[in-house]
T-cell receptor, first 114, second 111 residues
Framework: SAVISQKPSRDICQRGTSLTIQCQVD?????MFWYRQQPGQSLTLIAT?????????ESGFVIDKFPISRPNLTFSTLTVSNMSPEDSSIYLC???????????FGQGTRLTVV | KQEVTQIPAALSVPEGENLVLNCSFT??????LQWFRQDPGKGLTSLLL?????REQTSGRLNASLDKSSGRSTLYIAASQPGDSATYLC??????????FGEGTQLTVNP
């Protein structure tokens, strides 16, 4: 399995501000998935990021709110913009390597917006 | 649209008991099914991965089965321990490498 480093592990932010979450993988991956887990709920896919192209967003998620960068094959960031208390969630990255079908996740970023 | 359901939503058992967690999915066209464990406020730890062509996988006290045609999987935990207390999530992978998660079963094992 890949070693995944996700930062920060948690943060408390003021409404109206933005937070950038980083996901670093110790090996090259083809796709990076970003998920959100709202309190007491399961995981929902936000977007899929491939290197060199714009991320593909799921229904209900837009680039202006959740911009994603994928500058190389080992790194990606997710920004939560103009935050409101409804954005309080755990955000998780999940890299996928070609030919490896098992999914692995970062440690998660626990975001609280006050 | 794939939907994944987990039953029960919560389970509390005494230490040492064997238990079964259930997962069902609506679309049998899956690549694989994966069981995860999540501790409060933490990320997901992969427990078992079952490919669509497989019937079961075992790891230690855990055994997961898959019946793709009926859209069901079970996670069997033998001789449960307090350290097994966590939320257990199942997820199925379909086209585009998309994972669809169930709502999870919150397990409490009492000493």
């Amino acid at each position: 399995s890949a070693v995944i480093s996700q930062k920060p592990s948690r943060d408390i932010c003021q409404r109206g501000t933005s937070l950038t979450i980083q996901c670093q993988v110790d090996s090259q991956v083809t796709m990076m998935f970003w998920y959100r887990q709202q309190p007491g709920q399961s995981l929902t896919l936000i977007a899929t990021a491939n290197q060199g192209s714009e991320a593909t967003y799921e229904s209900g998620f837009v680039i202006d709110k959740f911009p994603i960068s994928r500058p190389n094959l080992t790194f990606s960031t997710l920004t939560v913009s103009n935050m409101s208390p409804e954005d309080s969630s755990i955000y998780l990255c999940s890299p996928e390597r070609a030919g490896n079908t098992e999914a692995f996740f970062g440690q998660g970023t626990r975001l609280t917006v006050v | 649209k794939q939907e994944v359901t987990q039953i029960p939503a919560a389970l509390s058992v005494p230490e040492g008991e064997n238990l079964v967690l259930n997962c069902s999915f609506t679309d049998s066209a899956i690549y694989n099914l994966q069981w995860f464990r999540q501790d409060p406020g933490k990320g997901l730890t992969s427990l078992l991965l079952i490919q669509s062509s497989q019937r079961e996988q075992t790891s230690g006290r855990l055994n997961a089965s898959l019946d793709k045609s009926s859209g069901r999987s079970t996670l069997y935990i033998a001789a449960s321990q307090p350290g097994d207390s966590a939320t257990y999530l199942c997820a199925v992978k379909t086209s585009g490498s998309r994972l669809t998660f169930g709502e999870g079963t919150q397990l409490t094992v009492n000493p």
